[in-house]
């Protein structure tokens, strides 16, 4: 009795230490999102809101007709709905874990015993006399017939399966998530490339005109040439000045290729040409987009609700690891007809056969397996935990940036047109002086590739501030809400 009762101290103290060697931490999001600033800069005053629909953001027909396309056809999309579907069979799965498992048997088998075994030796003496009568031998071997069902459960006493099924659940809604912000990136990347083709098309039409200007130039050189009152490095300057201008024409034509194409493919389609009203590209975007505060990025962008879904699930991952430590409580049963003689079978209650065994298990020895599970069961979760605190730092500073672009893209915008404006100016005042004999053809040429390079720049600075607006409406979290 004493023997008895130090094996079982032993053996508790054994799990007692197996149990307060798998102590973990459980990683949060408070401790992050107390960090997270109360305002994106000092002149910040926004109070919280909704990003508004993508709908009412992007006014413009061909444009919201893209973005319908693309949110049907998208690549990227259709491969995020079948991982979505993926981890929705993860769940389906891990939603019945905890209940018993029920299986219907069906066997036809024969047995035979060895003659000096206990079961052999069971169906005669142990003398093996060979007077024993023979309706009470035992045949051998002998026929087994058996229908019934069988069943096996473990009883999640740690709460091991438990975390399993909540593991389960927050991959399925990280998924989703994850199909949220691919509509997020993929809205931004249709208005961006759109906004990029419109600027593309009026600088082909803003070089054409200055062709045009430069083609006339040419000629008049090349008639004063001939009249004497110029000479011939005038002539090769002009045409030099046109030929790059051309070259450029065509540069600006193949990124009008290039991002046509871009186009499509987010849209899922080939190559094509793509349906556009050049008019729209001289209308701003709404510049009065309502940030909110910073804490408003916690609901609305679906990156970080995706990172805080996954750490959710590295968390349950590690309580199932360390819960791998404790015992574990099986019990299986079986219920069912069996019979050496398939037509005594259905004899009831004589054929009926049962069976039901419990076991409690604990791993004391060669735990390897288990340590490792738990050792990487606890690094993904430190990985999840700086995953989501790295997402929500990045997602502030998307709005910073972008509220600051949008301000000093203005500013330059302003100043750009004015020196856009005299240059346009100052082509026509070289060529009448140039006419006149007061202006040189360098001046000439000077000026006009000044106010060509100053129209380019124009442009360029409108489309990156729509762009910018774009980028601010994603950032802040807007465009996956239908």
């Not at 240059?423 to 140039?434: M, W």
């Given at each position: 009795?004493?023997?008895?009762?130090?094996s079982?101290?032993?053996?508790?103290?054994?799990?007692?230490?197996?149990?307060?060697?798998?102590?973990?931490?459980?990683?949060?999001?408070?401790?992050?999102?107390k960090?997270?600033p109360?305002?994106?800069?000092?002149?910040?005053?926004?109070?919280?809101t909704?990003?508004?629909?993508?709908?009412?953001?992007?006014?413009?027909?061909?444009?919201?007709?893209?973005?319908?396309?693309?949110?049907?056809n998208?690549?990227?999309?259709k491969?995020?709905?079948?991982?979505?579907?993926?981890y929705k069979?993860?769940l389906?799965?891990?939603?019945?874990?905890?209940?018993?498992?029920?299986g219907?048997?069906?066997?036809?088998?024969?047995?035979?015993?060895?003659?000096?075994?206990?079961?052999?030796?069971?169906?005669?003496?142990?003398q093996?006399?060979?007077?024993?009568?023979?309706?009470?031998?035992?045949?051998?071997?002998?026929p087994?017939?058996?229908?019934?069902f069988?069943?096996?459960?473990?009883?999640?006493?740690?709460?091991?399966?438990?975390?399993?099924?909540k593991?389960?659940?927050?991959?399925?809604?990280?998924?989703?998530?994850?199909?949220d912000?691919?509509?997020?990136?993929?809205?931004?990347e249709?208005?961006?490339?759109?906004?990029?083709?419109?600027?593309?098309?009026?600088?082909?039409?803003?070089?054409e005109?200055?062709?045009?200007?430069?083609?006339?130039?040419?000629?008049?050189?090349?008639?004063?040439?001939?009249?004497?009152?110029?000479n011939?490095?005038?002539?090769e300057?002009?045409?030099?000045?046109?030929?790059?201008?051309?070259?450029?024409?065509?540069e600006?034509?193949?990124?009008i290729?290039?991002?046509?194409?871009?186009?499509?493919?987010?849209?899922g389609?080939?190559?094509?040409?793509?349906?556009?009203?050049?008019?729209?590209?001289?209308?701003?975007?709404s510049?009065?987009i309502?940030?909110?505060?910073?804490?408003?990025?916690?609901?609305n962008?679906?990156?970080?609700?995706?990172?805080e879904?996954?750490?959710?699930?590295?968390?349950?991952?590690?309580?199932?690891?360390?819960a791998?430590?404790?015992?574990?409580?099986?019990i299986?049963?079986?219920?069912?007809?069996?019979s050496?003689?398939s037509?005594?079978?259905?004899?009831?209650?004589?054929?009926?056969?049962?069976?039901?065994?419990?076991?409690?298990?604990?791993p004391?020895?060669n735990?390897r397996?288990?340590?490792?599970e738990?050792?990487?069961?606890?690094?993904?979760?430190?990985?999840?935990?700086?995953?989501y605190?790295k997402?929500?730092t990045n997602?502030?500073?998307?709005?910073?940036?972008?509220?600051?672009?949008?301000?000093n893209i203005?500013?330059m915008?302003?100043l750009?047109?004015?020196?856009?404006?005299?240059?346009?100016?100052?082509?026509?005042?070289?060529?009448?002086?140039?006419?006149?004999?007061?202006?040189?053809?360098l001046?000439?040429?000077?000026?006009?590739k000044?106010?060509?390079?100053?129209?380019l720049?124009?442009?360029?600075?409108y489309?990156?501030?729509?762009?910018?607006?774009?980028?601010?409406?994603?950032?802040?979290?807007?465009?996956?809400?239908?």
């Amino acid at each position: 009795m004493l023997k008895i009762k130090h094996s079982f101290l032993f053996s508790i103290v054994i799990l007692l230490i197996v149990i307060s060697g798998c102590k973990t931490i459980q990683l949060d999001t408070a401790s992050v999102k107390k960090q997270l600033p109360v305002k994106y800069s000092n002149a910040s005053d926004s109070v919280s809101t909704q990003p508004q629909k993508w709908q009412v953001m992007f006014f413009n027909p061909d444009l919201k007709t893209l973005i319908d396309t693309a949110l049907k056809n998208n690549f990227d999309l259709k491969l995020a709905l079948q991982k979505i579907e993926t981890y929705k069979a993860g769940l389906t799965l891990n939603k019945g874990i905890r209940l018993p498992e029920l299986g219907v048997n069906a066997a036809i088998g024969q047995r035979k015993f060895g003659d000096y075994t206990m079961d052999g030796v069971g169906n005669y003496d142990t003398q093996f006399s060979p007077n024993i009568n023979d309706k009470q031998q035992i045949p051998n071997p002998l026929p087994d017939y058996y229908v019934g069902f069988g069943a096996s459960w473990e009883i999640d006493l740690w709460g091991k399966l438990k975390n399993k099924k909540k593991a389960a659940a927050a991959r399925f809604i990280a998924s989703q998530h994850g199909r949220d912000l691919i509509i997020t990136n993929l809205i931004s990347e249709i208005a961006s490339n759109y906004f990029r083709l419109l600027a593309l098309d009026n600088e082909a039409k803003i070089l054409e005109d200055n062709i045009e200007l430069q083609q006339a130039a040419y000629d008049l050189v090349t008639a004063q040439k001939e009249a004497g009152k110029a000479n011939e490095l005038a002539v090769e300057m002009m045409k030099a000045q046109l030929l790059s201008s051309k070259a450029i024409q065509t540069e600006v034509q193949q990124m009008i290729i290039e991002t046509e194409s871009t186009i499509n493919f987010l849209c899922g389609t080939y190559p094509k040409a793509v349906n556009r009203d050049t008019t729209y590209f001289s209308q701003h975007l709404s510049t009065t987009i309502n940030t909110g505060i910073p804490s408003d990025l916690l609901k609305n962008r679906p990156d970080i609700k995706q990172a805080e879904a996954e750490l959710k699930a590295a968390n349950a991952d590690v309580k199932s690891a360390q819960a791998a430590f404790y015992p574990s409580l099986n019990i299986n049963a079986a219920l069912g007809l069996q019979s050496f003689k398939s037509f005594l079978l259905l004899e009831t209650p004589a054929s009926l056969a049962y069976n039901v065994a419990g076991g409690l298990a604990a791993p004391l020895i060669n735990r390897r397996r288990l340590k490792s599970e738990l050792m990487a069961a606890k690094s993904e979760q430190k990985q999840a935990y700086i995953n989501y605190e790295k997402t929500v730092t990045n997602s502030f500073k998307e709005v910073y940036i972008a509220l600051n672009n949008i301000k000093n893209i203005k500013n330059m915008y302003d100043l750009k047109k004015e020196e856009a404006d005299i240059l346009k100016k100052s082509i026509v005042t070289s060529g009448e002086l140039f006419k006149a004999g007061r202006a040189s053809y360098l001046e000439v040429i000077t000026t006009q590739k000044n106010a060509l390079q100053s129209q380019l720049e124009l442009i360029n600075l409108y489309n990156r501030q729509n762009v910018a607006l774009v980028n601010l409406y994603r950032a802040i979290g807007g465009g996956w809400k239908n």
